[in-house]
């Protein structure tokens, strides 16, 4: 790990951020004893809840729905179905398109009907399986191709247009045209979806749960049970993982847990098996990219026109923000004169399809890199060069939804740097000497760039809260609006809230996200978790602390600027007192010593009607180099070595940040190289277990895996302590993957595009390489 200029003369003296402390929970991650919503100790007579589906239909109409032989069943206590839901049978964010229990039709193979509620998992588990189904089967919608041919669309239509791409394609000299297919993901975090609901007085209801955005399942059990959002407290301490998949779809499992809890009177647990996980919940949205692009000889874009189609499944879920986001990333790192850029948000009859971190900036991202690698191919160019040339630079810094550019001198110098560390041009040079004389076995290489725009493009989530207390013997309690999901987030904001206070890290007490502490939060995503969270966590501090400076500038006589926090200690003057002595006094002297934070965005202006403004406060940027080993005769793949230097502005925790960058390519690869998600004819996904499904392993991590933070001077933005997001941006590092494959299939033909989709299978790899062996043998 390599850190310079990572701190300035103004800030030289800080203790607790820019130091690669460990995550708060790591000890308990490794010896198993942290808690999470399957740990907590069940409450006496704590009943269980398994959701019930028709597993012969994909689509349908209900005829009929016997549930007898369901609540005769062994320990069955009640069975649950839409006429049970004391409120609004609806579990949406926002449109009302997302029933709890299906009413009438069945949307897609493995819609909740039903729930059943027993003693024990086991016996709900038995009870769901003699339901009994009449189902008037409907023909389902399942691809990209039959959703346009059936003209079945979420959400209308969207685009970007910046000039006149018809006159800009018109007058190029050159043109090139391609399509690909882009697979979605799976988020398989570790823990998976589970709610435990405690019904209390008054129709409250508090739940435990495995949710990215508490706020919004606190709205939605409010809901579905008919009651005010202030009768329900939803709390969460830390997920096992949520990569998205958390951030909308645990509304559905936290408000069946709690209507079970209102019907029965009892406390109830809903974890999802595995499997049933897989079924019914959402993936990354899989895309179908086609575009037309104009450019001259040397690989200059003189316009571009891409058109995304995305599977959204059969309702919207987060689909605007998803493909907005990808339509915002579908110019990568790289200008574009004129422009269109249009979207589908196409409707089928599959589980909707949700978040995933990244949040479709990696589709995007990955057309435009395509685009890079064919136009490399078809002028003979090295594929690095035309991505140089492509660059955004003064005079070309405006991006197809009107942003300016502002930074991207970053962008060329990470490039740049990473060009030399990893030895790029010598390497390019010993790979083709080695596929000029290797038969089977053939290389790649790729460098590809990363920009990924820092902020929610719906302007309301940019915003957060916290709590912060002091108590009399020094110690502090943090409270803030984000969730942990085993990125650091607590520890980061925990260290932001040490350094205001000057104490050490042991002082300050992490507690878990409670919608009754900070109301009316955001989700933990975007990449914003420390930049919002920690921004109203420092704030909250620099309240307290700004009480106890005036507060003992009075006591002691002394001037305000000679008073500062330091090794848990308050130095006033020429005296040092403990932070608890100080606190003990101003608490006597009827001083505050409790203080909530907010903090919003700003300069974030889009107006997406219009598609105009400024949807991001920042960019992160970042580069990677991969080389691959491809076997022709198998499709088998090898990562060989991976370069990555990032950009993480100062950095407030180097050890977390490098550990986010390191899942997140590794996530990003599996997503680009193995993980295939597979549906039958039927439409019933066949890939539903860690049998069939294939995360990367240790043993797919390369074995020379070099990762380096940038030297940054610095976010020239106003973020806490100049730090820049790093949750998301490093999964499209990824890519660099992706176009090393490409490169090693277009070595069995120069100047001949390879036909090859994403994820690069081994099946889809021998694909491509059998295209290029005809193309050949053609010629």
Known sequence: MRLENQTDAAESGLRQVRQPSPHDSAARHVTGEAVYVDDIREPAGTLHVVPGWARDATRGRIVSLDLDAVRAAPGVVAVLTGADVPGKNDVSPALGDEPMFAEGEIEFWGQPVFAVVATTREAARHAERKARFEIDALAPVLTVEDAV?????????????????????????????????????????????????????????????????????????????????????????????????????????????????????????????????????????????????????????????????????????????????????????????????????????????????????????????????????RLGIDPLDVRKRNFYRDGRDVTPFGMKVEEHATLHAVVDELEESSGYRARREAIAAFNSTSPILKKGLALTPVKFGISFTLKHLNQAGALVHLYTDGSIHLNHGGTEMGQGLFQKVAQIVAEEFGVSLDRVKITATHTGKVPNTGPTAASSGTDLNGMAARIAAEKIRARLVAFAAERFQVEPDTISFRDNGVRIGEETITLGQLAREAHMARIQLSATGFYATPGITWDRPSASGQPFFYFAYGAACSEVTIDTMTGEMRVDRVDILHDVGHSLNPAIDIGQIEGGFVQGMGWLTTEELVWDDAGRLRTHAPSTYKIPTASDVPEDFRVSLFGSAGNPSPTVYRSKAVGEPPVMLAISVFSAVHDAVASLNPGVVPDLDAPATPEEILKAVSHMKRSRARA
């Open 149 to 377: 041919d059936a003209e079945t669309t979420v959400l209308p239509d969207y685009q970007f247009r910046k000039g006149s791409p018809e006159t800009g394609l018109a007058t190029a000299r050159q043109r090139l045209e391609g399509s690909m297919r882009i697979g979605g993901q799976e988020h398989f975090y570790l823990e998976g979806q589970v709610s435990l609901a405690v019904p209390g007085e008054d129709g409250d209801m508090f739940v435990h749960t495995s949710s990215q955005h508490p706020s919004e399942t606190q709205h939605v059990i409010a809901r579905v049970l008919g009651e005010p959002d202030a009768a329900v407290t939803v709390e969460v301490r830390r997920m096992g993982g949520g990569f998205g998949g958390k951030e909308s779809q645990a509304n559905h499992w936290a408000g069946i847990a709690a209507v079970a809890a209102r019907v029965t009177g009892h406390p109830c647990k809903m974890r999802l098996d595995r499997d049933d996980d897989m079924i019914m919940t959402g993936k990354r949205h899989d895309f179908r990219a086609d575009w037309v692009l104009g450019h001259d000889e040397n690989g200059l874009v003189r316009a571009i026109d891409m058109r995304f189609f995305a599977r959204c499944g059969y309702s919207a879920d987060l689909s605007l923000g998803v493909v907005d986001r990808a339509m915002f990333h579908a110019d990568s790192s790289y200008f574009y004169p004129d422009a269109l850029i249009h979207s589908r948000r196409l409707k089928t009859n599959t589980c909707s399809n949700t978040a995933f971190r990244g949040f479709g900036g990696p589709q995007g991202m990955l057309a435009a890199e395509l685009m890079m690698d064919t136009l490399a191919i």
